[in-house]
């Protein structure tokens, strides 16, 4: 069965009341990193209109069989590494990773990554569910996910792609099964659906493993003291994009939002501030939290508390 084969397969499994793919919104979301042993761990997706997700996904699988691969890998193809990308020619594997952050740019709505330390994410609440970064974070992205569809459409439906194989995949769809109600998510009352696929079953997974590794590479070479900024993830962050940082500080677990422009030392060193040990650095952010009003997660302590007591969440 061919990726277009496949993927009009999970949409005819979403749609049994015989509904049109061109009124659905589409999200599709990865990870980057492994939260278990990795100090920079990320969860990124997309969202986009179902028309232009028909549109770009041919786009997409044409690129893919122009330099001859069955599917993109972003690590592979910045490296040359892997059973598909080891024998590409650099200029092919430039050209590829260039052709799918054009097509990004001109499809999606929005791309939205979440960045955190698990070493220092917070949570202990006692449940499994909340206590799990990607669990959380999935929740959050999802959430902002519907606050856009919500913006933009009267009356929306929504299907959600995400990457499967995750260690802790089992929590997170506890997680959003127990915080996703459908009096909450969309007028309607419907739900959206939640399918976890592979990335070769829908080629639009790949589109957030693009921006999933790119997020990463660039908070680690941050971490690593770099202020330069790769020039694909420049172009990639031309068009609508949110990072969301996630750190626990002084007592509360906060979530920052901010955009990429241009190279920026002074906020590099805020980022380093949030991954590092060094007191000097501790200092640095505690006189940031001071200077301006850094926002707390929508899910405090204080709220997790409330949940737990009966006072269910809801986006």
Not at 82 to 108: F, Q, T, V
Not at 128 to 137: G, L, Q, R
């Amino acid at each position: 069965m061919s990726t277009r084969d496949q993927f009009s397969r999970l949409i005819d499994v979403l749609l049994p009341r015989g509904g049109y793919v061109l009124a659905l919104w589409e999200a599709y979301i990865d990870e980057s990193g492994d939260e278990g042993s990795d100090d920079v761990f990320v969860v990124s997706g997309y969202l986009f209109r179902s028309d232009k997700a028909v549109v770009m996904q041919e786009k997409w699988a044409r690129a893919l069989r122009r330099v001859g691969v069955p599917y993109f890998h972003m690590v592979d193809c910045a490296h040359g590494s892997g059973k598909h990308y080891k024998d590409l020619k650099p200029e092919k594997r430039d050209w590829l990773a260039r052709r799918c952050i054009d097509l990004i740019k001109k499809n999606s709505e929005t791309g939205i990554s979440f960045v955190v330390n698990p070493p220092k994410w917070g949570f202990k609440s006692g449940r499994e569910d909340f206590d799990n970064s990607y669990a959380y974070i999935m929740t959050m992205l999802i959430g902002h996910f519907f606050t856009h569809i919500n913006r933009n459409d009267a009356d929306p439906d929504a299907a959600i792609f995400i990457e499967q194989g995750h260690s802790t995949q089992s929590l997170a769809r506890k997680h959003l099964d127990f915080a996703i109600l459908p009096d909450k998510v969309f007028p309607s009352g419907r739900l959206p659906s939640f399918s976890f696929v592979a990335k070769e079953q829908a080629c639009l997974l790949q589109a957030a493993d693009l921006l999933a590794w790119q997020t990463a590479k660039y908070v680690k070479d941050v971490v690593n003291g770099k202020d330069t900024i790769r020039k694909d993830f420049e172009a990639l962050n031309e068009v609508d994009h949110h990072t969301f940082y996630l750190y626990h500080h002084d007592g509360v677990n906060v979530v920052r939002d901010y955009r990429l422009i241009g190279n920026r030392p002074a906020f590099h060193k805020l980022i380093r501030s949030i991954f590092s040990d060094d007191e000097a650095e501790k200092e640095f952010l505690d006189k940031a939290h001071k200077m301006r009003h850094f926002g707390k997660a929508e899910w405090n302590e204080e709220n997790i508390k409330k949940f737990l007591n009966g006072s269910r969440f809801a986006f």
